[in-house]
């Protein structure tokens, strides 16, 4: 690499269809109880990060979405902790040692459930990838991203994804892999209602440890995730909406209850939430052929994302815009996973080693 080149990757968000809740590990692998299944969106929702390696750079600099963080700090947040720490894995890799400069941004809501990590995570390790000049697999790198933000993993690749959880105590057989391509259910709609922007209350890496410990409903869920798992890979194959549909909306159900019956509880959901799955449902039951159109899903937080086809796309608008707390709808069809970006999309200006000053 000439030193000074900027590498920009672009990754985009997965929304689970079978969640992942709980980990059997909580020292940075990240191995989760249960496999897990979704769907890489397109870049209607994506993270950029851009990278250089220089000389110049006096420490390793990381700013998101504009803010400065860093990572050198002892008080600094796990997944900072655990991105600099991948950081300085992948470097050692590589005959490139100098410091870096990291700059990402999402063009979506943070820290709202729709999964801005995962995102995050799998576009660092891609655009270091290429600026560190190695030759991972995509299989070794949704290991190192799952160890960033558990979730990532399943960003590495676009089209449906399955997260296989793993035996090992290394985490080395814990990782992604695309089960069908995004060109397989082209008409498949990811239709995302933002309720609430805000940064929630509870993070996910502390609530997944303070479920698994305190909720007693939480022993069956793993088993429970693991048919679903099954069974929602064989309603894509066969393109069965229905099938998808209530199975999804069970596991998110499932999922939310062991929330409910931690302790102190993890109440993700808000009124908003809960009224557009009950209208989801009236709208279900409604249609003449006893088939489901739609199907809602919930990660960790209060944002609903509803999964249907294409033809059904203006119902589930109309029904969500009928919904007051509704502020905003995102759609997102599947997207082919992440890709090294053209220079005009970089974030660093080259010249000062600093981020891209924005038009005001």
Not at 96 to 121: D, M, T
Not at 265 to 271: A, E, F, Q, R, V
Request: net charge positive.
């Amino acid at each position: 690499m000439v030193e000074t080149q900027v590498v920009t990757g672009i990754a985009t968000p997965n929304i689970a269809l079978i969640k992942y809740w709980g980990k059997r590990d909580y020292t940075g692998l990240n191995t989760p109880n249960n496999s897990s299944i979704s769907i890489t969106l397109d870049e209607t929702v994506k993270t950029t990060t851009s990278v250089v390696f220089s000389n110049k750079i006096k420490k390793d600099t990381v700013f998101i979405n504009g803010i400065k963080e860093d990572i050198t700090n002892k008080k600094a947040s796990e997944k900072t902790v655990y991105m600099k720490n991948i950081l300085n894995k992948m470097r050692s890799y590589s005959n490139i040692k100098e410091n870096a400069l990291i700059v990402s941004e999402n063009n979506f809501p943070s820290g709202a459930g729709i999964a801005s990590s995962a995102s995050g995570a799998a576009a660092l390790v891609f655009a270091l990838n290429k600026a560190l000049e190695l030759k991972i697999t995509a299989k070794e790198l949704s290991i190192m991203a799952r160890q960033i933000s558990g979730s990532a993993c399943r960003s590495i690749f676009g089209g449906i994804v399955k997260w296989n959880k793993g035996i090992r105590e290394d985490g080395l057989d814990s990782y992604s892999e695309q089960i069908f391509p995004e060109s397989h259910w082209k008409e498949l709609v990811d239709i995302i209602a933002i309720v609430d922007s805000g940064k929630k209350k509870i993070s996910s890496s502390i609530g997944h440890e303070a479920t698994v410990k305190t909720s007693t409903l939480y022993k069956e869920r793993p088993a429970f995730a693991e048919k679903g798992v099954i069974c929602v890979e064989n309603a894509i194959k066969n393109k069965d909406l229905d099938l998808l549909a209530k199975t999804i909306m069970k596991d998110s159900n499932n999922m939310h209850a062991t929330m409910l019956d931690t302790w102190p509880p993890i109440m993700y959901l808000n009124d908003s939430s809960k009224e557009i799955i009950y209208k989801l449902h009236e709208l279900n039951d409604s249609q003449s052929n006893g088939k489901y159109i739609a199907g809602y899903t919930f990660d960790a937080g209060p944002n609903a994302h509803i999964i249907t086809i294409d033809k059904h796309r203006e119902t589930i608008r109309k029904m969500l815009k009928e919904i007051s707390g509704v502020k905003n709808i995102i759609e997102s069809h599947i997207g082919n996973g992440p890709r090294i970006a053209n220079e005009k999309e970089t974030l660093i200006d080259i010249k000062n080693l600093s981020p891209v000053k924005k038009n005001s």
